[in-house]
């Protein structure tokens, strides 16, 4: 059974970085998409960023692009979430997810597509 464990959150003042890490168990790492979601307090959950299995291909919401940077480790079996330039509109629970994918070059936005999630890491930035 698979299981994905995130750690690296935090409070942080607005302007600051933090470096979100999941760490996958139990699974083919090499054989999943990974991605970050985030929901915010009275929101949906919203996709921020995605990498393909061969970790060439990566995708960000509009809003993350320029100042977050997902990327991965095979070796380690753990997906990062580099964060810059924190805004207090960044302030959510981050969940890492796996979607297991014959494709080894996509990288997937939708939900629906993932087979694991993490339990979430809480990312604090205040106004």
């Known amino acids: 059974q698979g299981q994905l464990v995130e750690s690296g959150g935090g409070l942080v003042q607005a302007g600051g970085s933090l470096r979100l890490s999941c760490v996958a168990y139990?699974?083919?790492?090499?054989?999943?998409?990974m991605g970050w979601f985030r929901r915010a307090p009275g929101k949906e959950r919203e996709f921020v960023a995605g990498i393909s299995r061969n970790g060439e291909t990566t995708s960000y919401t509009a809003s993350v692009k320029g100042r977050f940077t997902i990327s991965r480790d095979g070796d380690k079996k753990t997906v990062y979430l580099q964060t810059h330039s924190l805004e207090p509109e960044d302030t959510a629970v981050y969940y890492c997810?796996?979607?297991?994918?014959?494709?080894?070059?996509?990288?997937?936005?939708?939900?629906?597509?993932?087979?694991?999630w993490g339990q979430g890491t809480q990312v604090t930035v205040p106004s």
């Open positions: 139990g699974l083919t790492f090499s054989a999943y998409a």
């Open positions: 997810a796996a979607g297991h994918t014959t494709s080894a070059t996509r990288t997937y936005s939708s939900p629906a597509v993932y087979n694991y």
